[in-house]
């Protein structure tokens, strides 16, 4: 789906790690919760309270999920799950274009 139709878009930016993360919230019709963002490179931390499948819009970044000892690399056209209430780590070597989708239970 290159498009979201009919949604609501909070104005305020989310912003993360000095301005390096960026992301706007977008809520569809049905009320499910996604962000659309931008990270510049670096490494970064994250943490979670809703589960989230984040999908790789353009670019790359290579990923540490909860309970791996391997780093993963995905790219554009790629997704991974993050389960809830956990970290994650992140290196991101070029500009990262992405969606995270918020899972509700």
């Not at 790629?78 to 970290?87: E, G, L």
Request: aromatic residues 10%.
């Amino acid at each position: 789906m290159g498009q979201f139709e009919n949604v609501t878009v909070i104005k305020n930016a989310n912003v993360y790690f000095e301005g390096k993360v960026t992301s706007r919230t977008v809520i569809l019709p049905d009320g499910t919760k996604k962000t659309l963002g931008i990270m510049l490179p670096g490494e970064y931390d994250f943490g979670t309270a809703a589960a989230e499948i984040m999908e790789i819009l353009a670019g790359e970044m290579t990923v540490l999920l909860p309970g791996q000892s391997n780093w993963v690399t995905y790219k554009t056209g790629d997704s991974f799950q993050v389960p809830a209430n956990s970290r994650f780590q992140l290196k991101v070597p070029v500009v990262a274009d992405y969606c995270c989708s918020y899972i509700e239970n």
